[in-house]
């Protein structure tokens, strides 16, 4: 039986879509049009498709305008990259994101490089970075901003909300890890970043009083890596093979959710905790953005 508070991200990211729809709404007001969000699928991968297919739909269901663009594999750096600067001085499109992973032949970074900065609301070019690594105010990757919000929420009542508590991020990636890190380094947390080479790995996240497991390995985080009490937030979406009488196989996170469900304090659930957060924080940027580009304020904390 779980012990752990479940936090519920679906709730909470619909409660987000709503502010974002009466912001989107008194921006189409003062602008005379509304905010405009382009994404970018280069391949046919399926799972992509339909997470893009996804973005379109609540970005229309938001009161913004969704521009889609879904190219074939062989698509060329030169072709994307002309996409990319159309988008750029397009007046229409507020924000661009090209989904990740790109197909082989292609330079990732050369394309997210290409991105205007004003425009990205996927937080992933070097000025975006560079202005959270220096603390600074910018656009800030979907899925670590979504986890910040679930434990600010988390920590509410908390004086000082995180301010002192010990952090654990395992993963280092550009998308989760270490914006992650950046993030609740601003929060005051102490934090430690591990991966796949960390020595005493469960010896390290067994320290964590807030635990963000963003590694891509199912249910590697199990229930003697958690002090009792810890919030842990789950990043991790692996699809197990398909059990007997299953077309698909069940989606599991990095964290072992019935043996770290009865330690924790608080946990995600996967699905349901942090992905729909995800597309959540991706429309807040995208009006973050869109007031920013017709210089029109937003209150700080608004949103
Ligand atoms: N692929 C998986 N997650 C993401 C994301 O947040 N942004 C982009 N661009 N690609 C992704």
Redesign the pocket.
Known sequence: MSGAAIIDGKAFAETLRGKVAKIAASFEQAAGRKAGLAVVLVGEDPA?QV?VRSKGKQTVACGMESFQFLLPTETTQDELLHLVRRLNDDPAVDGI?????LPSHLDEQEVVEAIDPNKDV?G?TPVSTGRLALGLPGLV???PLGCLMLLADRFRDRPGSLSGLDAVVIGRSI?VGKPMAQLLIKESCTVTIAHSRTKDLAQVVRRADIIVAAVGRTEMVKADWVKPGATVIDVGINRLPPAEGEAKGRLVGDVDFAGVSAVAGAITPVPGGVGPM?IAV?LRNTVVAAHRNEGLTLAEGAI
């Open positions: 992509s997470y994101l090209v989904q990740l992973p996927d992933l990757p979907c899925t998308l995800t991706l």
